[in-house]
Every structure is written in C-alpha cells, then in structure tokens.
C-alpha cells in the first residue's frame, strides 16, 4: 500500500468529517440538517480523496528530490547561512521590540525570515569560496579524507562503462578522483540486460552487475546509487544528460553518441575510449616495429595486424606474411572516433627475405 494511498484515504476522512460539521451548520439555517450534511460529507470526501496528495505526499516528494540534488556541501553551506541568518535576526530583534506597535508586533517575525533567507542564499551561493577558505586556514589540521571530500567532484556513471568493465582497472589506479553516482534508472536498464532472452545480452549484463559489485568494494572509491530522476525524459541517455546538467557534474561514457550529445549541451564528458586512445603507444611516420600479421585486408595485398593495446595496423603488401612477425615501418597514422588505425609497409628486408 503506497503513502500516496494511505494519504488519501485520510485526508478523505479528514474532509468528510468536515463537511459533515459545514453541512450541519448550513442546514439548520434551512431546517434540514441531515440532507446537508450527507451532501457535504460526500463532497468532503471526493475532494479529500483527489486533492490530499497535492499538498501532503507531492510537495514532500518535490522538496526529497531537490534535496537529494544538492552536494553534501552546499546543505552544510545553507545550514551554516541559517544559523547565521538567525544570529542576526536574533540581535535585530532586540531594538525593534521597543517600537511603539503596531510595527513591534510584525518587524520581528519579518527580520527573522528575511535574515535567514538571506543567510542561506548567501552561504550556498558561495558554498565553494567558504569550503576553499576554511580548507586554506586548517589545511593542517583538516583530515586527507575530509579534503579529498571538500574537492571531489560527483560524476554520473552510465550504463556502458558498467558493462565494458575497464572502469574497476581505472578506478584502482586512483585517477578518478570524485564519487561515482549510478543513478536508479541505470541499475535498472542493467537488470533488464542482466535478464535478456539474448544470451550474449544476458551475459553483458550480468557481467555489468559484477563489475557493479566489485566497484563497491573498491575501499577508495565512494559508490552510491542514486533515486535521482528526470520524469520529464524517458531515454537513458537523455536522462543523464539532464542529471549532469543539473548537479553540474560530468557523465563517465564510453558511448559515442551519449558523447556526442552531451557536448551538444554544454556537458563534461570522461570518454574511457578517449583515455584508451590516449595511453596507446604513439607511432610516427618512419618508425620500424614489429607486428603479428594476422588476416587479409580490405584492399588486394594487405595485412592487417594489431599491437597489444588493440591498435588496428594495416600493413601495404602484407598478405604474404599472414602468420609471420614482421618488419614493418610505419606511413601513417589516422584517429578516427573508433579508435587509432596505423597504415605501415613492409621493410625492404622482409620483401628480400621471402
């Protein structure tokens, strides 16, 4: 039985004994009482039962969500401005209590909500510049794991790192710096790969779901699944494209894309694809390596290749050295949003050799 129901099942009583009060005091205006108040009460209850979640469960939801939004130091930023906009509501107060009334019976109450209103705009706003400052002064006496948590940033995990897995390897290096927030809506589109009829969806998931598990476990890295939401979008995508929006924060993705339209909106994106094209060994024209040619390429005579990062090699006039390590040496390097691809020849020594 959810909240929403048991709040209108009460505020439908709640009406319907008022309007049965109402209803027996309109009708003995017109000597009928009873008729009035069974009306009354019925129409009591319709609106109880319709409008009771709209100013009871909705408005407790709205006010969960936006909390939930807020960074852990922003609430302390306007928990700070509050108690600082009550101090000084407090010593206002003093003076104005001596004004002749009417003026000393409202003054008070209105400095009380305008100091502290002011208090917590003021002190959220500048949430940063305070936690900057007071890090600076007791920056010999504030714990590392309280700093690392003054200046982590949260970052929004989407479905497919989860299932590519090379997140956990990342993670262990300690370059992620921020707290990993796997929203609701991610869990469950990884539960309902996880349960794919598709056998080599099912294992995807599932494999997305242990490497969830082993993310947890990681003692450096704060993992936290989130019921954030935006009920106005329903793609995946979309969604936390509004999120990192909101919290200002960046997407971890591996989705190109995602990628791509989350810079079309003005969002941070960690591309792991991206990463993985960053570390990969970095070749010029006229270099020699060695490469396992491996399969016929696309064009008569080639061979195709690889390193051991993965890096594509497509080799000129390599078909005849299919299996063999080979010489070659190197004629061009193309980035492409798949990755980086190597266009090399044999060496003039192979070319003898055979």
């Not at 209803?23 to 017109?30: F, P």
């Not at 936006?66 to 509050?82: D, F, P, T, V």
């Not at 810079?263 to 960690?270: I, T």
């Amino acid at each position: 039985m959810s909240v929403e129901f048991i709040a209108r099942l009460i505020g439908m009583i709640v009406f319907s004994v008022g309007g049965i009060y109402v209803g027996v005091l309109l009708g003995r205006l017109v000597a009928e009482p009873q008729l009035y108040a069974v009306v009354f009460a019925l129409v009591g209850a319709l609106v109880g039962l319709i409008a009771t979640p709209w100013f009871t469960v909705r408005p407790i939801r709205a006010l969960r969500a936006k909390l939930i939004e807020l960074s852990a130091r922003k609430l302390l930023a306007g928990m700070a401005g509050l108690g600082a906009g009550l101090l000084v509501s407090a010593l206002v107060t003093f003076p104005l209590v001596q004004l002749p009334p009417p003026l000393k019976d409202f003054l008070p109450f209105f400095a009380v909500l305008l100091f502290s209103y002011l208090g917590v705009v003021l002190f959220s706003m500048r949430a940063d510049d305070i936690f900057q400052t007071l890090a600076s002064i007791f920056s010999g006496r504030i714990s590392e794991e309280a700093s690392a948590i003054i200046r982590s940033t949260p970052i929004l995990v989407d479905t497919s790192v989860i299932i590519d897995g090379r997140i956990t390897d990342i993670a262990k290096t300690g370059f992620i710096m921020g707290e990993l927030l796997i929203p609701r809506f991610v869990l469950n589109e990884l539960q309902y790969v996880a349960d794919s009829a598709d056998n080599l969806r099912r294992q995807r998931g599932r494999r997305g779901l242990e490497v969830l598990s082993e993310l947890q476990k990681l003692p450096d890295i704060p993992v936290r699944i989130v019921d954030l939401d935006a009920e106005d979008t329903r793609e995946v995508d979309a969604k936390l494209v509004v999120l990192a929006r909101r919290l200002k924060c960046p997407i971890l993705t591996n989705d190109y894309n995602l990628n791509r339209v989350a810079e079309l909106q003005g969002v941070s994106v960690l591309n792991i694809n991206d990463l993985a094209n960053a570390v990969k060994v970095v070749l010029l024209p006229g270099e020699i390596f060695d490469v396992n040619i491996i399969q016929v390429g696309k064009e008569p005579g080639q061979g195709i290749g690889y390193l051991d990062d993965g890096t594509m090699v497509v080799v000129e006039d390599g078909e005849p050295f299919i299996g063999m390590l080979t010489h070659v040496v190197v004629t061009k390097v193309l980035q492409t949003s798949a990755g980086r691809m190597i266009f090399a020849r044999v060496t003039p020594k192979n070319k003898e050799s055979l």
